[in-house]
């Protein structure tokens, strides 16, 4: 079995900063894009940013400049560091990872999902 455990939420004032982690573990040979998606109360889930295998990126206009994803290949590990944090960024943050089987279809996990708050 797959699994995605994050780390890394917490409670912080406005202006700081949080590194998520999230790593993956299990029947794993190679993992594809991995990403980041967060939900605030009373809203949609909405892609926050996203890192391909190759190293590209795209990000949720309003982080952008502020929130950086990395990922860690040999450790199946992906991050968020996220900088100058505003109020709007609470969340809970979910990882995902898009991962071939076998015969190369892809599944997409996620996370259990990690608590963000960002007070005024």
């Known amino acids: 079995q797959v699994q995605l455990v994050e780390s890394g939420g917490g409670l912080v004032q406005a202006g700081e900063s949080l590194r998520l982690s999230c790593v993956a573990s299990?029947?794993?040979?190679?993992?594809?894009?991995m990403g980041w998606y967060r939900q605030a109360p009373g809203k949609e889930r909405e892609l926050v940013a996203a890192?391909?295998?190759?190293?590209?990126?795209n990000y949720l206009d309003s982080v952008k400049g502020r929130f950086t994803i990395s990922r860690d290949n040999a450790k199946n590990t992906v991050y968020l560091q996220m900088n100058s944090l505003k109020p709007e960024d609470t969340a809970v943050y979910y990882c995902?990872?898009?991962?071939?089987?076998?015969?190369?279809?892809?599944?997409?996990?996620w996370g259990q999902g990690t608590q963000v708050t960002v007070s005024s």
């Open positions: 890192i391909r295998s190759g190293g590209n990126t």
């Open positions: 995902n990872a898009d991962i071939p089987n076998w015969s190369g279809v892809l599944t997409r996990y």
């Open positions: 299990g029947s794993i040979f190679s993992i594809n894009a």
